[in-house]
């Protein structure tokens, strides 16, 4: 069968059908309503909350967190009926500002701004960048429950009333993206960021990912809480990036509907596990960094032992923002734990992504790229098997786990949610093994 990505310039993977497991994308929905005819209604009938109207006074402070380029959230569409709103109460433009909750990630430029807010607002609102290492910018609002400042960007603390506006989709470190995840990682300073996403590296993939309900998830809600996130507007996007559903409301209510809308749309059954999953990165393209979600979402399709194959631009090469990925390269995660106990590596950020890839290519399965943005030998030095393309990846992954091996194909691996059956995952994982079985477009 031959199946085509997501990028034109990819010739499609031709995969033999008697090996093809699993074909799997996040699902489309029918003809979707206008997103803005959709914000109205989330903003109608917010969940577990007052009407926004409602709950700003005319005088009020306004801060508007917005998720940064890296994210598919319309921003440029969801913001004008929340500002008529604000407006319509009395809320005038000089009290809303906006702040652009970049997380770890590298700066947008000027025109990334626009693209994500629309013309009009950078024209007519302050619009500030937050950096998670600036340290002039950032406030101490408290402390984890072990004693980390919890320090988040000054201006949260200046606003009466802070709003978030993002996406949600699954996500390793956080379950999800979307509700409190604005504020933390969003504008949050480097230590509580690094505990956090250090937290997460401690569990499996399958432990959170995908999962609404989890203990980072709740810390992060807490932290959040304390940093004053009042509001959220969060969508939901199927696999074509239609807007099909929009939250509004409480940060944790509003956020669990959208959860449970994201996982419909993005949680895809396979029967087994795979012994080749090949991933593409789209729609986390922008360096290695975002794209290392392609084998996130691998983690749950593949098998012990198996291999993973990565295919993604990566325009932008591993990552400027943390430098430490290409100098150490990936590892497993006891030994990305040792060099963190004996502070080897300080950026907990760094050490929690090192391990979540690791976890996949160095302890479950291994790694193979293909990528025109990444040097064959830097790849190597990650610890990925270059290829020049897809075909060439899948023939080299055949050859090493056998002509009968079982494929599975990631469309949209950056968001994509694999789910294995329980009963096979226990079978699979006592030495079951693999079993022919249907594939699934």
């Known amino acids: 069968m031959q199946i085509s990505l997501s990028y034109p ?4 993977l031709d995969v033999p059908d008697a090996n093809l497991l699993a074909n799997l994308a996040p699902k489309t929905a029918a003809a979707a309503k206008p997103i803005r005819e959709l914000v109205e209604k989330a903003l109608d009938l917010p969940a577990s909350s007052g009407r926004i109207e409602e709950m700003v ?3 009020a402070r306004v801060l508007i967190l917005v998720d940064d380029i890296t994210r598919q959230t319309p921003a440029a569409e969801i913001l004008p009926p929340l500002l008529r709103r604000l407006e319509s109460r009395g809320v005038g433009k000089k009290n809303i500002q906006f702040l652009i909750a970049a997380g770890t990630h590298a700066r947008m430029t000027a025109p990334e701004i626009e693209k994500k807010l629309g013309a009009t607002v950078p024209r007519e609102y302050a619009v500030t960048l937050h950096h998670w290492k600036e340290e002039g910018t950032l406030q101490r609002i408290g402390a984890t429950a072990d004693g980390t400042p919890v320090r988040i960007n000054a201006l949260v603390g200046r606003a009466d009333f802070v709003i978030g506006v993002g996406q949600i989709v699954p996500h390793r470190v956080m379950g999800f993206t979307g509700g409190a995840t604005i504020i933390q990682p969003g504008v949050s300073g480097p230590e509580v960021t690094g505990y956090t996403h250090w937290q997460s590296a401690l569990y499996a993939g399958r432990e959170i990912l995908g999962i609404a309900e989890n203990p980072v998830r ?5 932290i959040a809480r304390l940093a004053g996130l009042r509001f959220i507007i969060n969508v939901v996007m199927d696999g074509r990036h239609a807007v099909t559903e929009v939250v509004a409301g409480d940060p944790v209510a509003a956020h669990r509907k959208g959860a449970a809308f994201s996982r419909e749309i993005y949680g895809v059954t396979q029967s087994v596990y795979a012994d080749i999953v090949v991933a593409e990165s789209y729609p986390a393209d922008y360096d290695l960094w975002q794209a290392a979600k392609g ?4 983690e749950l399709a593949v098998r012990e032992g198996g291999i993973v194959v990565l295919v993604t631009p990566c325009p932008h090469g591993v990552s400027d923002e943390h430098p430490e990925v290409e100098q150490l390269g990936y590892l497993g995660f006891e030994e990305v734990k040792a060099q963190v106990e004996k502070k080897l590596i300080r950026d907990l950020v760094a050490a929690a992504h090192l391990v979540h890839v690791g976890r996949v290519i160095r302890d479950r399965a291994r790694g193979i790229m293909v990528s025109p943005g990444i040097k064959a030998e830097t790849q190597r030095h990650l610890g990925l098997e270059p290829a020049r393309t897809p075909q060439e ?9 056998g002509r009968d091996a079982k494929v599975a194909v990631l469309h949209h691996g950056g968001d994509v949610l694999p789910i294995v059956q329980e009963s096979e995952v226990r079978s699979q994982e006592s030495g079951g093994g693999n079993r022919t079985v249907s594939s699934q477009a």
């Open 393 to 401: 990846a899948l023939d080299k992954a055949l050859a090493i786990v």
């Open 9 to 12: 310039e990819v010739h499609p």
């Open 57 to 59: 006074s005319p005088s």
């Open 218 to 222: 709740r810390e992060v809600e807490q």
């Open 295 to 298: 084998i996130y979402s691998s």
